[in-house]
């Protein structure tokens, strides 16, 4: 039995869903694959949570859903102010997972790689603008670096780009890679405005209090970007042509309807080319996906078309992508 | 860079799909992953071409499509009469490669591996009847025992269940496994009768001149057999419940029309329980496939359903799955 130890980066929905996996199937994951978990920190942005012989995470779940910050709980731990980096620095562990939304990330992801740590990350922005840099550093180390969750939720299209496709030169990828404006659009169908359709959305919480982030496409050209770097050669999200759906009008969708259409925010992948927007698809295609499913149709030389569909949104959805990388890294880190 | 020695049993359709491969990408794979691929041997019915500083794959293609047999080839080259265990003890291979139909190949798979050689196939009853003793054997050696191509063809579904859902349970499988009887139901949807419709693809050379395996059930239970033994635990093809589609009337048909249905050959797999038998599904269902296309819907818990859609026949198509192979187990060579 090897014991990994974790420490968790970020402790909001996705992060705590991760944690309750590893809890309720740690018996299980012992006994398939020979690992045992310790979490030896969590950190929200109020503190970070050490303890180098394994913290409770049914406690840090309670403190948490309870006082909604880390930082309460002073009772049996130390609370610590580390910066990321720091935290990585200080903290022993064999696995950094990144759960967090920092957009300055890569900077503490290489400063673990370089301190001989995995990373495992379901935080797009730093693949989608330091992807090369971050593939260097864990190639040249041979250490994981993995990011499953970044991508259509726990839905394998980066394991099945990166590993099952050895043979094959993908020609184009087109994919529904946000669930919010599918959501949004869905309704717009029904004949809500824009407007009202993302209030529901919001209320929902389906989208965020600023939702600019999946309205504009910039979710979805993070994602594309790192499709792209993954079926082609790296590439920065400033090279991605996007238009998001704040502009699609209910007349839009009505005249769509009519010829038997929906709209759907689509990405487009092809070799050094990236474009995300508004687009019209036949209602009978794999593109026109429904509800949190995303979609993507990958284009090869040998194989043809490939069509996978999956969640693309959501907690134990997003937590499957992340624990299937935690499994995988320790795996792989057994191995050397 | 690294030399890898290939002797490649079967050279009908798929080998020779799969020696094309090798030679038209044999410059990209060097430069995309650093191998270099020697064919050391090809085998067929009437004889093994063996030369240890490696064959000309071009010849080999003239030889076999001009006169039929590899042992027409006697000018530049011995011929063998190798049987194949005989072949994998005497050549000094890597990689044992079997795209042969032999329904005994597990004797010889196991040979290569007790000999320290990795096998790839695409060959399904080793699989189906062995894979306990297989996987043991490769397991207990580190040698890398791949089979994307016996399921599917070249979409990697083998890959999504082996790497791509690791911290998943999977709960169900339902899939469409084989393309022919497909074919055949299409036809009869359009007019035909059963038997109007399997001379048509055995015509088309969809069908084989005997049908039975596709017909009855037996290619897709073999494919359902070898995605239990992965998404559950290993499991023989002689549990397999099994109804062909020989009994399918042109009225079944009609009925299952009219009802906005259609009829596919549907093999449902759950722990410890696999089912081949033709199934009723609606149009709308991801399992109403058309065409060559195969189609498997996964169930698991924290996922919900997963959806992959592609290729599950053809010359191109089945060899992308065993290059792709070919070059994971070399990766997988190369560092140990």
């Known amino acids: 039995m090897r014991e990994i130890k974790l420490s968790i980066f970020g402790f909001g929905n996705v992060g705590r869903a991760v944690v309750r996996v590893l809890l309720e199937k740690g018996a299980l994951f012992r006994e398939r694959y020979g690992v045992e978990f310790k979490v030896v920190s969590v950190a929200d942005t109020s503190g970070v949570v050490w303890l180098p012989e394994g913290i409770d995470p049914r406690e840090a779940l309670i403190i948490k859903e309870n006082f909604g910050k880390l930082s309460s709980w002073t009772n049996d731990y130390e609370v610590y102010n580390f910066t990321p980096s720091e935290a990585v620095r200080e903290i022993d562990s064999d696995i950094v997972v990144d759960v967090t939304n920092d957009k300055n990330a890569h900077t503490w992801h290489l400063a673990a790689l370089k301190d001989g740590k995995a990373v495992v990350t379901s935080n797009k922005p730093p693949l989608a603008f330091h992807y090369a840099e971050l593939m260097k550093e864990a190639e040249g180390r041979n250490l994981p670096y993995f990011f499953e969750a970044t991508v259509m939720a726990g839905t394998p299209i980066i394991t099945v780009l990166q590993d099952g496709l050895k043979g094959d030169t993908v020609e184009r990828i087109e994919a529904v890679l946000n669930a919010t404006t599918t959501f949004i659009l869905s309704r717009m169908e029904a004949g809500l405005d824009f407007e ?3 209030r529901e959305a919001q209320a ?14 910039i979710d979805a050209g993070y994602k594309a970007t790192i499709l792209h770097c993954l079926a082609f050669h790296p590439l920065t ?5 996007r238009r998001g ?14 010829r038997g259409n929906t709209i759907r925010l689509v990405a487009e992948i092809e070799d050094g080319a990236v474009t995300v927007e508004p687009r019209e698809v036949p209602r009978t295609n794999p593109l026109a996906v429904e509800s949190h499913e995303n979609t993507a149709v990958i284009r090869t030389d040998l194989l043809g078309e490939l069509v996978i569909t999956g969640a693309g949104a959501g907690l134990k959805e997003t937590a499957s992508g992340v624990v299937g990388d935690i499994i995988k890294a320790s795996m792989k880190l057994r191995e050397s």
């Open 204 to 217: 929902l919480g389906i989208a965020e209090r600023d939702p600019s982030g999946d309205i504009l496409g």
């Open 245 to 258: 759906i704040e502009e699609i009008t209910p007349e839009d969708v009505r005249r769509a309807q009519g």
């Open 237 to 241: 999200f400033d090279r991605v042509k």
């Open 196 to 198: 009202e359709a993302l």
